[in-house]
């Protein structure tokens, strides 16, 4: 065995005593294998490769256990052995690739520190490997990109430096770390794709951690499902993935989005309530005619949207679906009346509402009527506030409530949308990301909107916790007859709620349709490209399936 | 992660709870809070205290060494350093709150508005507090006080003045990085005005690093009076403040007579390590992110 890791057991030292991250696991890694950590935020995934790495954060030490590379015992190598180690024999890519990098040195320049740090390269010779390294990631032109800032670099790009950085010294283990969480779909597939080849290429062994099955049981010959510092589930991926064994893996495999899921079937088995009565009517609701946006960019003007045209009816679901920089935000900002548009027209219920400035549309009647849910509920709530004053600010200033009746009004909310009501004293910081979501919905739909804009509202929760969020949607519709705008990347969560999907690339409508035809059978190249750079986890076997597939055609 | 329990405790009307809290965690806030409690204590009641008229000579008793009936000694026309070192607490307190008040709200509203905005508001009162923080902020405030006139206001405005900047560039930052955050945007969207945003929302956000400015600002602005006074600007003798009594004390040091400047100086020296302390004590108080 290459790394093995017995009963590992790493705590951090807290105002509130000592928490146990990870409680005893025990994992084997082959030369040249691929083992996938699979688990949800809090689950240790990243606290035991840091630990591996001995590269703890201050006040997290192993308090039992061992790990064995190559022979050599990491929990009491010295730390200038460590050194030596990491790099040349374990290396590691971050999350974000930006971070990981430096940004006010030249990426060339950073490979050259690395070749040079661990006595790969002369002066003389480190500029040559450090394009050498380059070419190998497959960056074009590489003579070129040596200069360049991480700055002057797309994500996908970064990424690719911060794998030629970790391969530089040829290192025998690779451990990455959520490589692809942030990137678009096309890159993460990109990434992923070149990253299992160079491993494969040099007979590397790696470890992916990471909150997506389906990523990882594609690119991984070995599985590790962790909850709450444990293991529950070791398997080959095909049969983790196909046949789980463990309740918690159960629940996860369920939760991922796939091609033929309903939105019900993400939910535990035990827990699916019947799905709600929902009837889209022929009415239009809102209509889009050929609306642009231009900014004044340093380089000349930067056109975001390009003129897009399509109808939202009454109590339908529209998705709309690109990659960053497609101009979905921009439209989505347009349409709420954050921002104005250069040209075209926005007509709600027959009122253009794009002939009222942004400025003032806050003071308008339909303001009310038209909100929106935002991407980082985190983000979207004030940390000052608490839970129910939150809820109750557009009941406050647009509905003219106070007292009993804006508590009454309050309560009713976090009752519709599941959250207790003795969470509503608690300031954001003190809930969880679930529950940060519910009360961004609740005080999106305070006002009874009849039209939403949920951007990428499932976007920064964790699997099981986005499945109870969609589902929270799909009650919410059909209680209240809300239209959505679903704006996201994933093709696969927004075909769980919507009728019709828009793609967009390059500020332009490319695909339009109903949401089973685009996604069966999708007729723009870039659509086919979203498609199949979708995770795509063996097929699995289920005797549960059908009979949820049953329940949802009733 | 299994902690489901104790945050209930800091819900409503949790502030003294959380005061007392934040008084416990830290030994030094507890501290530091005792000695403001002091300071203010003697700001209030000293002069209605002290043993001696902080103005009465007796020049029979003209440079005592410390003693049971003068705790702090005599200064050279007999008047009691103790008393007169409390009772110019008063003064000195209320010059600096005053002066820190002051720039604290014009800083933040300039500050507020350059960051909410943007544009060239945004770049005219940037260059204008550049403007200020070039001169020797010590040698602008002996300017300002000797333009406008020798007076205990002007001493005030004069240490406000070179104190807004510090203000405007922190909330200018703190309000600059959350104009585009969700919370700001959701505010709009639930029919805030601009002002409103800004007021309600953001502007809150920036309090606990304000605090940590107000307490450290507070010392500089004491030291900056006592500064103004020592080098006879401001506060005129026989008044007792403990700029002045340093500068008078300091003759006599050579002669042996210490005790004359020594514990003014010792006072404006606990004074200004008294409001540096309290900054962290004040930030955690005002932080409901602390309130777990």
């Excluded at chain 1, 807290?14 to 994992?27: D, K, P, Y």
């Excluded at chain 1, 050599?72 to 730390?79: F, G, N, P, T, V």
């Excluded at chain 1, 390009?306 to 920089?325: A, C, D, R």
């Excluded at chain 2, 409503?12 to 709870?17: D, E, K, S, V």
Aim: glycine share 8%; with cysteine.
């Amino acid at each position: 065995m290459m790394l093995s890791i017995k009963d590992l057991a790493v705590g951090f030292r807290t105002r509130r005593g000592e928490v146990q991250a990870v409680r005893g696991i025990s994992l084997e890694l082959a030369k040249g294998e691929t083992l996938g950590i699979v688990g949800e935020s809090g689950s240790g995934k990243s606290v035991t490769s840091f630990a591996l790495m001995r590269i703890l954060d201050a006040g997290g030490s192993i308090t039992a256990g061992e790990v064995t590379y190559s022979g050599i015992d990491l929990r009491r190598a010295s730390e200038r052995d460590m050194r030596t180690i990491r790099g040349r024999e374990i290396s590691m890519i971050f999350q974000n690739p930006r971070a990981a990098l430096n940004p006010i040195r030249k990426v060339g320049h950073q490979i050259e520190d690395v070749l040079r740090q661990h006595a790969r390269a002369t002066r003389g010779d480190a500029r040559e490997k450090a394009i050498q390294a380059l070419r190998d990631v497959r960056i074009n032109d590489p003579e070129a990109r040596y200069h360049a800032y991480p700055f002057e670099l797309s994500g996908g790009m970064c990424q690719r430096i911060v794998i030629a950085l970790a391969l530089a010294c040829d290192p025998r283990l690779l451990i990455a770390d959520e490589p692809t969480t942030g990137l678009d779909i096309t890159t993460q597939k990109a990434v992923m794709d070149l990253s299992q080849e160079l491993i494969r290429e040099r007979g590397m062994a790696s470890i992916l951690i990471t909150h997506d099955l389906g990523l990882a049981a594609q690119y991984c010959d070995r599985l590790a499902v962790m909850k709450d510092g444990e293991i529950v589930e070791t398997g080959p991926a095909e049969a983790v993935f196909a046949n789980p064994q463990h309740t918690y893996t159960c629940r996860l495999v369920e939760a991922t989005p796939r091609p033929d899921a309903s939105v019900r079937s993400l939910l535990p088995a035990d827990r699916r309530p019947p799905e709600l009565e929902y009837t889209p009517s022929d009415q239009p609701l809102l209509e889009v005619r050929d609306l642009r946006k231009t900014f004044a960019g340093k380089a000349g003007p930067v056109r975001a949207v390009k003129g897009i045209s399509f109808t939202v009816n009454q109590g339908q679901s529209v998705g709309l679906v690109g990659e960053s920089g497609c101009g979905k935000s921009t439209t989505s900002s347009m349409l709420v009346r954050l921002l104005d548009p250069t040209e075209g027209q926005i007509l709600y219920q027959g009122n253009d509402l794009a002939q009222i400035p942004a400025e003032q549309f806050g003071k308008h009647p339909l303001r009310g009527d038209i909100q929106l849910v935002f991407q980082d509920a985190t983000d979207s709530l004030n940390p000052r506030h608490n839970a129910g004053d939150c809820i109750a600010e557009p009941l406050r200033r647009l509905a003219g409530l106070r007292g009993k009746a804006l508590r009454a009004r309050v309560e009713e909310l976090a009752e519709l949308t599941g959250l207790p009501a003795n969470l509503l004293s608690r300031f954001p910081h003190q809930l969880s990301g679930g529950q940060k979501a519910r009360v961004g919905i609740a005080r999106a739909i305070a006002l009874d909107p009849k039209f939403l804009i949920l951007d990428e509202p499932t976007a920064a929760l964790d699997v099981s916790i986005q499945a109870v969020i969609l589902n929270l949607l799909a009650d919410l519709r059909a209680r209240l007859g809300m239209s959505y705008l679903f704006v996201s990347h994933d093709l696969n969560v927004v075909r769980l709620l919507c009728d019709e999907v828009i793609v967009m690339q390059d500020g332009e409508i490319v695909e339009a349709g109903p949401a089973a035809q685009v996604m069966t059978a999708p007729a723009h190249p870039y659509t086919r490209a979203l498609l199949s750079a979708a995770p795509r986890p063996p097929e699995r076997v289920l005797e549960t399936e059908p009979l949820a597939e049953v329940q949802s055609a009733l | 992660m299994t902690t489901a329990t104790p945050t209930s405790v800091s819900t409503q009307g949790g502030l003294w709870a959380h005061l007392v809290y934040v008084l416990r965690d830290n030994p030094v806030t507890l501290l530091s809070f005792g000695l403001f409690a002091f300071f203010v204590g003697s700001a209030l009641f000293g002069p209605y205290l002290v043993p001696y008229d902080p103005l009465t000579t007796n020049a029979a008793q003209a440079l005592q060494p410390p003693s049971f009936s003068h705790w702090f000694g005599t200064d050279n026309l007999g008047r009691d350093v103790f008393s007169r070192v409390i009772v110019a607490t008063r003064l000195d307190l209320s010059i600096s709150i005053a002066a820190v008040a002051l720039s604290f709200v014009i800083g933040s509203v300039l500050g507020a508005i350059a960051g909410y905005w943007g544009g060239w508001l945004d770049a005219v009162l940037n260059r204008v507090f550049d403007t200020i923080m070039a001169f020797p902020l010590f040698v602008l405030a002996m300017g300002i006080v000797a333009a406008l006139g020798n007076t205990i206001e002007n001493i005030v405005y004069a240490t406000a003045i070179i104190n807004i900047p510090f203000y405007a560039r922190l909330v200018r930052a703190e309000v600059n990085i959350r104009r585009e955050s969700g919370f700001a945007l959701a505010a709009r969207l639930s029919g805030n005005s601009h002002w409103r945003v800004l007021a309600f929302h953001i502007f809150p956000n920036a309090l606990p690093p304000m605090m940590v400015q107000v307490s450290l600002n507070l010392g500089w602005a004491i030291l900056n009076a006592a500064g103004l006074s020592f080098i006879g600007l401001g506060v005129r003798p026989p008044e007792p403040e403990w700029g002045i009594m340093v500068a008078q004390g300091a003759d006599f040091v050579v002669s042996g007579h210490w005790w004359v400047a020594l514990f003014p100086g010792l006072w404006l020296m606990l004074a200004v390590f008294t409001f540096n302390l309290m900054g962290d004590g004040l930030r955690d108080i005002v932080d409901p992110r602390r309130r777990t």
